[in-house]
C-alpha cells in the first residue's frame, strides 16, 4: 500500500512571493504522482502529474513540481503567487499496476494575502 | 460536456435514514470512484469501479454500498446514515491508465 504526507497543514504567504508544498510517499512500487487543487467550495482539478521521464514537471497556473525518487518526495512550487491562489492543496499518489486507486495526503491550506 | 455531476448538492438526513447519491458522468469513462473528505484526514476512497458490474471496495467501505449498471452512472448508497457519516462527498471518473480522475462539485452531507 502506499501512503502520502504533506508536511505543512497551513502556509501563509504574501502576493508575489513564492510558495513550496512539501509532499512525501511510500511504496513499495513505482509510483504516479499528482498534485490537485481544491478552491473555496469547489470540487479538486489536476494541477500536474508525474508519470515518468523528466523529474521537473509543469502544470496549470505556473505551477511546477519535482519528483525526487531518492528522497521519496513531490514538493509543488510557484515563483509568485496571486491572491486567486488561495485554495487547499492535495499530493496522491498511485502504484503502477494498481493505478486506478489514489492515495491523498491530508492537504495544505494556502492562504495569500495582499 | 457536463463533466461529472453530483445530485444533490446538500443533504441532511437523520440518523437511521437511507440516501443515494448520484454521480453521472459524460466522458464515456471506464473507471469511477466515491471520495468522502474530512477535515485534516484529506480524500478517502469509499468505492471504486473499473467498468460496468465491476465494483470493489476502498479504504473505507463501511457503511456504503454502489452499483455499476452503466457506465455513465454511479450511485452511493447510504443503507442507515450515522454521525461518522457526516462529510463531503466526491464523484471522480478517469480513463486509462495512469489515472487522471475528473471530480464532481461534491456532495455536502449532514447527519443528525
Known amino acids: 500500500a502506499q501512503s502520502v504526507t504533506q508536511l505543512d497543514s497551513q502556509v501563509p504567504v504574501f502576493e508575489e512571493a513564492p510558495v513550496e508544498l512539501r509532499c512525501n510517499y511510500s511504496?513499495?512500487?513505482?509510483?504516479?504522482l499528482f498534485w490537485y487543487v481544491q478552491y473555496p467550495n469547489q470540487g479538486l482539478q489536476l494541477l500536474l502529474k508525474y508519470l515518468s521521464g523528466s523529474t521537473l514537471v509543469k502544470g496549470i497556473n505556473g505551477f511546477e513540481a519535482e519528483f525526487n525518487k531518492s528522497q521519496t518526495s513531490f514538493h509543488l512550487r510557484k515563483p509568485s503567487v496571486h491572491i486567486s491562489d488561495t485554495a487547499e492543496y492535495f499530493c496522491?499518489?498511485?502504484?503502477?499496476?494498481?493505478?486506478?486507486?489514489?492515495?491523498f495526503g491530508a492537504g495544505t491550506t494556502v492562504t495569500v494575502r495582499a | 460536456n457536463a463533466g461529472v455531476t453530483q445530485t444533490p448538492k446538500f443533504q441532511v438526513l437523520k440518523t437511521g435514514q437511507s440516501m443515494t447519491l448520484q454521480c453521472a458522468q459524460d466522458?464515456?469513462?471506464?473507471?469511477m470512484s466515491w471520495y468522502r473528505q474530512d477535515p485534516g484526514m484529506g480524500l478517502r476512497l469509499i468505492h471504486y469501479?473499473?467498468?460496468?458490474?465491476?465494483?470493489d471496495q476502498g479504504e473505507v467501505p463501511n457503511g456504503y454500498n454502489v452499483s455499476r449498471s452503466t457506465t455513465e452512472d454511479f450511485p452511493l448508497r447510504l443503507l442507515s446514515a450515522a454521525p461518522s457519516q457526516t462529510s463531503v462527498y466526491f464523484c471522480?471518473?478517469?480513463?486509462?491508465?495512469?489515472?487522471?480522475?475528473?471530480f464532481g462539485p461534491g456532495t455536502r452531507l449532514t447527519v443528525l
Open positions: 466522458m464515456n469513462h471506464e473507471y
Open positions: 511504496s513499495s512500487v513505482s509510483v504516479y
Open positions: 469501479s473499473v467498468g460496468a458490474g465491476i465494483t
Open positions: 496522491a499518489v498511485s502504484q503502477k499496476g494498481n493505478d486506478y486507486k489514489l492515495s
Open positions: 471522480a471518473s478517469g480513463q486509462e491508465a495512469p489515472n487522471e480522475q475528473f
